[in-house]
Every structure is written in C-alpha cells, then in structure tokens.
C-alpha cells in the first residue's frame, strides 16, 4: 500500500519505518525541514531500538521524506496523522497541530483516501477530523476518518509496533475497514514473522496478534483508558508501598503475591518514584476532561495522579530524614530519563526530584545513559554530569538511583564502596536486593521495603510501626 504519515516524532517516525519493513510505500511527512534532512541523511533524532537498522534498510527505498502534505495525501491510499497533542493549561489535549493537519489534507484527497488518526486523542476527534476536511472542499464520499491508537513504549516502540498485543481500528465504515486490514495483512497473517530479517520477537509476544475492529469512539477510548488503567496500577502499587513502609512489610514479596493472579498479572506492579513520560500524565489529565466533558466525573483519575505526585514528596523526605540538613550535600544521582531505555526526560520524576534538591541547595553529580544532552538543556549550569555511575558516585554524601537503566542494576559494588564519602545508597526503583548492600557495606533504603543499615541513626527518624493500640 502507499502510506503517507504526518509527524516524525516518536510516533510518526516509528509508524512509518515499521510501515516501510513491512512491505508498505511509505513518504514521511513534516513541516520541520530540519528534521527532514536530518532524517534523509541518515540521523535518527530518537533513541529506539532497531530504528537505525531499520531506517537504514528502507531510506530512499521505501520510506522518503517530504515537506509537502498535499501531495503525499494524493498519492497515498491512506495518511496517518501522528503529530503532537500536548495538554493545554487546563489539562484538555491540544488539538491544534490536527486540524491543522487535517485542514491541509483535505486539499490532497482527490481517489478514496482513509485518513487515520494515530496520534492520542479524545473521543470524538475522528468526527471533528471529518467535519474540518468536508468544510475545506473535499468530497465526503472521496474519504473516510478511522482511528487507529498506538501502544508503543518509549524504548521498545519499534518491538511494541511489530510485536503488538493487539491492533485496534476505529471505521465508520467497511470500506475504510478493508483498507486497514489489509494496511496490517502482513502481521496479521503471521507473513512478517516468517521472514529472516523480522526483528528479534520478544518472549511474551502474541504473534499474529489479532485486529480488533470497532467504531472511531470505542477506538479512541480505548487508548485513553488503557493508558489511565496502567497508570492506575502504578499508583496503586506505589500506595501499597506505602503502606507497607508503615508496617515494616516488603512490596516486593506482596506484589509477588498479588501478581501471580493470573487476573492482576505481574507486569506494570514495579513500585517506585512514581511515572512520567509524555504519555501517561497528559492522558491522565486529557481523559479526565473528556470524561468531565462528557458529563462523568472520572475522580479515581485524580486520586491516581495524586498518589503520583505524592510518591516523588515521600521520596524526597526520605532522603532528607537519611541526610538530617541538605545544604551543600553533595548527591550522586543515577538517571535522568523517565524511564530506563529512552533519552526523553519529559515529566520525568528523576529530573523533578534533582531540580527539588537543588533548590534545597545540594550539589548534584548526575549520570544517565542517553538523557543527560537533554536535561542539560533543562538543568543548564546547576549540575555536574558525571562520564559514568562510578564518577557520579565519587565523594557522595549519599547515591540516589532515580531511573530503572538495566546498567544500575549491576553495579560493580566493591568499587562504589571505595568511592563515595558515605555508604549510603537511596534506590528509587528498587533495583536491589537490600541484603546484598549489607554485605557490600552500604546503608540501603528503597521504596516500600524497610531499610537495610550498616550504622546507628536516631530512632525517630525512620517511620515507626505503628503499635497496636
Ligand atoms: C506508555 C504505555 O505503556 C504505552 O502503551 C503508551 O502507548 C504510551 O505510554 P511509556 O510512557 O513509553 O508508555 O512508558 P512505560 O513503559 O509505560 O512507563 C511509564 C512510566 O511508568 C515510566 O516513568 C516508568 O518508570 C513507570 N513505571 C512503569 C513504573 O513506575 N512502574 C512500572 O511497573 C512500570
């Protein structure tokens, strides 16, 4: 099929290169000629596994890159709209970039064309994209809108495209329904997975996942409630550890326990510094409003984005009832990105946490593996970026680990004994087992599991059981 995708961020960019391995004509549309450049000699502006293998298999092949909406549209069988929705000041999604977007390919439809929207967008959305291309001349039977949400984590996009749990189509239509199978043919029949140079497919892969056809609405809902719905499950998690925190119980072994229900499951159940990213807080907060929009009050989002927020203050507090005074405390920090694997430091809790402590006035050392050219446009001069784990950990009053990098998790111990000024090891992402860093040396303290010392400190200072009244 020939496939026009507008958008080369990380979802644009993603969708097309996958498009393009899986046999499509893709022409990758945007309005940065920056970026188009960049991309037609060969840059890759993300960090996302297999994207450069891929990019470079079908650059100037099948995937090109144009500046030019119109003509991509008419010469393409379907184009998907995979710009930015960023949340406004109120919270609703910014829809702007799409009609925009959608304004300018209703001057392109000329054969039948389906428009698809990939990007995240509230329910009725793909109403308002067909309204906006009627009302600028285009012929109402010469298109169809269908909505088609993505799924990708940061990091594991191109894996999530090509490997997905399911794939979920919005049509009004069945004719719009025809295009879209036949677009996803090649996962759905199992043909990709036979070829030699599939990417590697992951252990709990469904392959051929199965497509699921339902109307634009259910579509866009879809989206938005699965991604509060995970969200949820992290709040909840991190609320439990609290609890446990209280009681002098480990989360670890209790979400052992909850997670061996084959009704909860174990994944998304890793307590922590709460989530970030770009996905889950502006979702949140868009599907509240739509939900409010639509007459329903959605306050278990609120008190999910709540537990989250509160998750990063009781981290904070941690550490300062570990330190007693935090002026000109030097701090080693491991990880700045939302999340391990990925360069974007967007509503990153690491980044919030380090930009708090420097307003406390600590000195901070930061290490991350891919984020930290990007936080230092954020953070500027405040702080030191050290070349790897070891230098940020050199003379520290104490080590945070903020981000869950695999590479943090196997830290040469012995090594990082000898450099910081005091033993003391404060793991938001629990990537450790707390006895290990006993016998290393190290007074370890993590989320939801009591601490693990190697000195005195005041009895107030850590939280108290509560005894029996
Ligand atoms: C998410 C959804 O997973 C994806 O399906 C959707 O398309 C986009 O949003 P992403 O934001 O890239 O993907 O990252 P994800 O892996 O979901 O992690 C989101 C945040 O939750 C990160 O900050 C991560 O550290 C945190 N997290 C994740 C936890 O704190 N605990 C967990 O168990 C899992």
Sequence with gaps: MRIAVVGSGYVGLVTGTCFADLGHEVVLVDNDEKKLAALRNGEVPIHERFLPELLARHRGERIKFSGDLQAA??????????????????????????????????GGVDEYTVVVEKSTVPVYTSQWIRTIIMRNGADPSSFDVASNPEFLREGMAVTD????????????????AEVMREIYGPL????????GDAIPRPEAAKAPPRLIVTSTKSAELIKHASNAFLAMKISFV????????????NVQQVCDGIGTDSRIGPRFLNPGIGYGGSCFPKDLMAFRAVAKESGYDFRLLEEVIRINEDQRRRFLRKVRSVLWTFRGKRLGVLGLAFKGGTDDIRESPALLLVQELLREGCHICAYDPAAMERAKEVLKSGVEFAADAYEAAEGADALLILTEWEEFASLDLERLRTLVKYPIVLDGR??????LMVEHGFSYYSVGRPAALTEELPARILPQKRERA
Excluded at 82 to 105: C, K, Q
Excluded at 168 to 173: L, P
Excluded at 188 to 195: F, K, M
Excluded at 430 to 435: G, H, M, R, V
Aim: aromatic share 10%.
């Design 73 to 106: 549209t008419r010469e393409s069988e379907a184009v998907f709209i995979a710009v930015g929705t960023p949340p406004t000041e109120s919270g609703d999604a910014d829809l702007s970039y799409v009609e925009s977007v959608a304004r300018e390919i209703s």
């Design 161 to 176: 495209f090509l490997y997905p749990d399911r794939i979920v189509v919005g049509v009004e239509s069945e004719r719009a």
């Design 188 to 195: 759905t029949s199992g043909w990709y997975y036979g070829r």
């Design 238 to 249: 991190n609320a439990v550890a609290s609890i446990c925190e209280s009681v002098g119980a």
């Design 430 to 435: 629990n990537l450790y087992d707390p006895a």
